[in-house]
């Protein structure tokens, strides 16, 4: 018999000592979790496991399938629910996608000898899962593991290009109501609708002052955009010529990393990435 976490926690400090109401229920859920992780399995058996009271445990139970970790099937008893299998999909996502993008953001990196990221949309924002510093001596303030804005970000816009325009407009208006935009929405959605027909997009010292940057999206076996990199640097290193040569290298190096998770740029002409005409900053 598997002696849950919460069991442990009461033997070990005495029941409440130690850790709140609100602590031993979250341990137990976790543990009413594991317990279905075996395989299907009913009320009875999941409270004697558990070591818990029919109650308490139909309560746990309960919760969990509201929030859809689990499943209830009639006259059988709790499955695991579709929300696990999302959150593992973002899991094997945002672990595996930095180890395969890496080599390609370090050849792009020492090639432009300017600043790389790698992000992912996450909670309305664009969180940044790498970041390999350039060698020109500019510091720019971005971090592994932080959430920037979508609206201002070359990364952020990339991650947004296969969006709708109604959606753009959803999502600048929630951004306006946190902080003002540089440029104006009509503006904003223009340029947005050039980089969804190139492929890639700018950040025109829209984030950061002085800061400029192209961007891309990452596209998996299915052609969707799940994530996108950036390359960044001083605007004295980035002027309007040399922003309009750089979209072919940072394309085709998104283009390689999305190869590496699957994607085909054959496999739909609707969903691939594409570059019918130039963008201008």
Known sequence: ???????????????????????QTLLRGLDVIEAVSDGVIGLAELATRLGLTRSTTHRLAAALVER?????????????????????????????????????????????EDTLHLGVLDKGRALYLDKIPGRRRIEISSRV????????????????????????????????????????????????????????????????????????PIRDVAGRIVGAISLSSAAQYMDDRRMASLPHQVRETAYAISRELGWREDASTDSAPHSKRSTRP
């Open 1 to 23: 018999m598997r002696i849950s976490a919460s069991t442990q926690l009461e033997a070990g400090e005495g029941q409440g000592a130690g850790k709140s109401s609100s602590s």
């Open 68 to 112: 859809q970790y689990l499943n209830f099937l009639p006259r059988e008893g709790y499955v695991l629910g579709p929300k696990l299998l999302e959150l593992g999909f973002k899991a094997q996502q945002q672990k595996d996608l930095p180890r395969v993008a890496r080599p390609y953001l370090e050849a792009l990196a020492a090639v432009t």
């Open 145 to 216: 593991g932080e959430r920037q804005p979508l609206r201002s970000t070359g990364l952020g816009k990339a991650l947004l290009l296969d969006e709708t325009e109604v959606r753009w407009a959803e999502m600048f208006d929630t951004e306006e109501a946190i902080s003002r935009s540089a440029v104006d929405r009509e503006t904003w959605l223009n340029r947005m609708r050039d980089y969804a027909e190139a492929g890639h997009a700018f950040d025109l010292e829209e984030n950061e002052d002085r800061i400029r940057c192209v961007a891309a």
